[in-house]
C-alpha cells in the first residue's frame, strides 16, 4: 500500500518538494494508483479544511495550557489573534489521515456556536508559545468530544424551536436524523472491526459530517422563523 | 347544506384579488420572490420586464418593486402569515433569479443565467440557468435540467436528478436517490445516504468524480476507453462491471483501484453497503430502473 513517495504526498500538495522530487514523484502518480488515490483523499480533506471558518476560542486558553504544562504564565501582551494568524496550513503525514478525517468533522463542527444563542466574538487571546504535539490518539479523542458537544449544541437549539417549525417538518428531520443515526452506527461497529481501513473511517467522518450539516440546517429553519 | 358550501366559494372568489403587473427590467437586475407558500412559475419572454400575475386571498397582500439591481415580489400576511399564493412570473432569459419560500412549490423554464432556490416543503424543477445555479428543499424532489456552470443541487427527503447539465456538480440527498442522466460534468460530488446513485455522462481527462452511498448502489457509465483512475470501496457490498476491468491494487477490507485508458480522470465510488456497477453509457438508467421494479415488487410481496 505505501512506497518511498507516499509518505512525501502531504509535502507535494503543499508545495514544499523540491523541484526534481516533484518532478520525479509526478512520473511515479502516472504509474501508482495507490499513491493517487492517498492523494485524491489527502485532496478531498485539505479542500474541505480551507472551506473551514477560523473560529476565536471564546476565553482566553492559554493561562489553561501553560498551567497543564508547567509554564508561568507570567505577564504576557495581549495580541489581536487577527493579527498574527495566518492562513491555516493543512499538512498530513498518511498516518494521520483517519484522524484528521474525523477531526476536520469536529473543527467544522465549530460554526454550530455561530448558530447558538449564547455565541459572543472573542476579542483578543494570548500568543502562545509552541506547544507539544499532541498524538493522533489524543487528537481523534479530542474531535471526538468536540463533535459530540456540536451535535449537542445544535441539537439543543433544535429541540427548543421545534415548536416554531411545522409537525411534519420535524418528522421529516427527525426521521432523516435517524436514517444518518443508523448508518453512523453502523460504520462505527465497521470501524470497531477494522480501524486502519481509510475508507471507513472517512465514511464515519462524512456521515457525522452529514448530520451536523443536517441538524445546522434544521437550526437554521428554527433560526429563520423565530 | 350545498346551498352554504356554494355560498362560501363565492365569498372566497368575491376576496381573491387579481394582480396582473408588468414593471421594467434593466440589464443586470435579478429577481427576488419570497413566497410563504403556494407555488412560484417562473417562465421567460423577449422583453426586457418582469411581468407578475397572481391571486392572493384579501388578507395577503402582494408588493412588488424595484430598485437598483432587484425587481421584488413578496407576499406579506395583513394579519399573521401570508396566505398560499400561486405566482405566474414572466423574466427577460437574462435574468438572475432568488426565489424562497417555506410551502412552496418552485418551477422555471427557460432562464440562461444564476439561479438560487430555497423551499422547505415544496418540489422544485428548473429547467435552464447558468452560472451559479444553487437549488434545495428540505422535503421536496429537486430536479434540473439544461443547466450548465457551477450546479448545487440539494434535498433532505427525496430524490435529486440532473440531466442534460454540465459544469461542476454537486449533488446530495439524505433519503433518496441521486440521478445524473446525460450529464457533461467537469467535477462532481455525489452523495446521499440511504438512496441509489447513477451517473450517465462523459468523464473528462483531469477531471474529479467521488460518488458516495451508505444504504444503495452506485451505477456509474465508462467504456474501456474511458481514462479515469477508479477507486472502489465497500464494506459489505459487490461490485459489477460491464466489462473486464484490469485490476492494480486491492486493499485491506473490500477497497481496490484500477485503471481505465490513460488513467487521467480520478473517479471514488464507495458504498458501504451497496452494489457499484460499470455499466456501458445509456445503460445505467435501464439497469436502475429494473432494480426499482424490483424494488416495487419485492414492496408487494
Keep these: ?226 | 347544506m350545498l346551498v352554504t358550501l356554494a355560498s362560501g366559494a363565492l365569498t372566497a372568489l368575491a376576496l381573491l384579488q387579481q394582480i396582473d403587473t408588468t414593471v421594467a427590467a434593466q440589464p443586470g437586475q435579478r429577481l427576488v420572490v419570497d413566497s410563504y407558500g403556494g407555488e412560484i412559475d417562473v417562465k421567460t419572454w423577449g422583453r426586457n420586464a418582469v411581468r407578475v400575475e397572481a391571486d392572493p386571498p384579501s388578507r395577503t397582500s402582494v408588493e412588488i418593486s424595484s430598485s437598483g439591481g432587484v425587481v421584488s415580489v413578496r407576499s406579506e400576511g395583513r394579519r399573521g402569515p401570508p396566505a398560499t399564493v400561486d405566482y405566474t412570473i414572466t423574466v427577460p432569459a437574462w435574468m438572475g433569479l432568488d426565489l424562497s419560500g417555506v410551502y412552496t412549490d418552485v418551477k422555471v423554464a427557460g432562464v440562461r443565467a444564476p439561479i438560487t432556490v430555497e423551499t422547505v416543503q415544496g418540489e422544485v424543477d428548473v429547467a435552464g440557468g447558468e452560472g451559479t445555479v444553487s437549488l434545495r428543499s428540505v422535503q421536496g424532489s429537486v430536479k434540473l435540467s439544461n443547466a450548465k456552470g457551477r450546479i448545487d443541487v440539494h434535498s433532505v427527503n427525496e430524490e435529486v436528478r440532473v440531466s442534460n447539465a454540465s459544469g461542476e456538480i454537486t449533488a446530495e440527498t439524505v433519503n433518496g436517490d441521486v440521478v445524473l442522466e446525460q450529464v457533461d460534468a467537469t467535477s462532481l460530488d455525489a452523495a446521499t445516504v440511504n438512496g441509489d446513485m447513477g451517473y450517465d455522462g462523459p468523464i473528462r481527462n483531469g477531471g474529479r468524480y467521488t460518488l458516495s452511498t451508505h444504504n444503495g448502489d452506485i451505477t456509474l457509465a465508462a467504456t474501456e476507453k474511458t481514462s479515469a483512475t477508479v477507486m472502489v470501496s465497500t464494506f459489505s457490498g459487490d461490485f459489477e462491471s460491464d466489462f473486464p476491468v484490469p485490476l492494480r491494487e486491492t486493499r485491506k477490507g473490500r477497497r481496490f483501484s484500477f485503471t481505465l485508458g490513460g488513467g487521467s480522470a480520478q473517479v471514488s465510488l464507495e458504498s458501504f453497503q451497496g452494489t457499484i456497477r460499470l455499466v456501458r453509457p445509456g445503460h445505467g438508467n435501464q439497469e436502475r430502473d429494473q432494480n426499482d421494479h424490483k424494488d416495487h415488487d419485492r414492496d408487494d410481496d
Aim: proline letters at 4%; aromatic letters at 4%; hydrophobic letters at 45%.
Design chain 1, 1 to 226: 500500500m505505501s512506497d518511498q513517495w507516499t509518505d512525501r504526498l502531504s509535502e507535494y500538495l503543499d508545495g514544499e518538494l523540491p523541484p526534481e522530487d516533484r518532478a520525479a514523484l509526478e512520473t511515479h502518480l502516472r504509474h501508482c494508483t495507490a499513491c493517487g488515490a492517498v492523494l485524491a483523499d489527502l485532496k478531498r480533506i485539505v479542500t474541505r479544511a480551507h472551506g473551514l471558518e477560523d473560529r476565536l476560542p471564546e476565553r482566553d486558553l492559554w493561562p489553561g495550557i501553560a498551567a497543564r504544562i508547567g509554564l508561568d504564565t507570567g505577564e504576557r501582551p495581549v495580541v489581536d489573534l487577527d493579527a498574527v494568524r495566518v492562513r491555516r496550513q493543512v499538512s498530513f503525514s498518511l498516518p494521520q489521515l483517519i484522524a484528521a478525517g474525523i477531526g476536520l468533522v469536529a473543527l467544522s463542527g465549530g460554526t454550530a456556536w455561530l448558530l447558538h444563542p449564547s455565541a459572543q466574538p472573542a476579542v483578543a487571546v494570548h500568543e502562545a508559545p509552541a506547544v507539544p504535539a499532541v498524538t493522533v490518539a489524543n487528537r481523534s479523542s479530542v474531535a471526538g468530544q468536540r463533535y459530540a458537544a456540536a451535535v449537542a449544541d445544535l441539537e439543543r437549539v433544535l429541540d427548543q424551536g421545534r415548536g416554531r417549525l411545522d409537525t411534519t417538518t420535524v418528522r421529516v428531520i427527525e426521521r432523516n436524523l435517524a436514517t444518518i443515526d443508523s448508518a453512523i452506527a453502523q460504520a462505527q461497529r465497521a470501524v470497531a472491526a477494522d480501524s486502519a481501513n481509510v475508507y471507513l473511517n472517512s465514511h464515519l467522518a462524512e456521515t457525522r459530517q452529514r448530520k451536523l450539516e443536517l441538524l445546522r440546517q434544521a437550526a437554521a429553519l428554527v433560526s429563520s422563523v423565530s
